[in-house]
């Protein structure tokens, strides 16, 4: 089993940064691909970004040229670097973390979410 626990949600006007970090802990043989997906209130949930051991990078379009996507491998840490928030940009973001076990099995991943609410 993997844990995945977020931080670093909260309040922040239009215009502003938050920086959303998530922590991955337990039983970790290889982890294949860390991200960031959100939803917010009556939509389903989205992609945001994604990040591979070897760095490469999937943005949405929404979010692309604000949003940055950074991992470090040795502690198993990824992290979400927003800037320019908008009022779209609230929902709930979720930490995803794709894992090879021992057995070869790849298991999904994710965390209980940490809210970001972008308003004036």
């Known amino acids: 089993q993997v844990q995945l626990v977020e931080s670093g949600g909260g309040l922040v006007q239009p215009g502003g940064s938050l920086r959303l970090s998530c922590a991955a802990s337990g039983s970790i043989f290889i982890i294949l691909r860390m991200g960031w997906y959100r939803q917010a209130p009556g939509k389903q949930r989205e992609l945001v970004a994604t990040?591979?051991?070897?760095?490469?990078?999937n943005t949405a379009d929404s979010v692309k040229g604000r949003f940055t996507i950074s991992r470090d491998n040795a502690k198993n840490t990824v992290d979400l670097q927003m800037n320019s928030l908008k009022p779209e940009d609230t929902a709930v973001y979720y930490c995803?973390?794709?894992?090879?076990?021992?057995?070869?099995?790849?298991?999904?991943?994710w965390g209980k979410g940490t809210l970001v609410t972008v308003s004036s």
């Open positions: 995803n973390a794709m894992v090879q076990e021992r057995t070869g099995s790849l298991m999904n991943y």
């Open positions: 990040i591979t051991g070897t760095e490469t990078t």
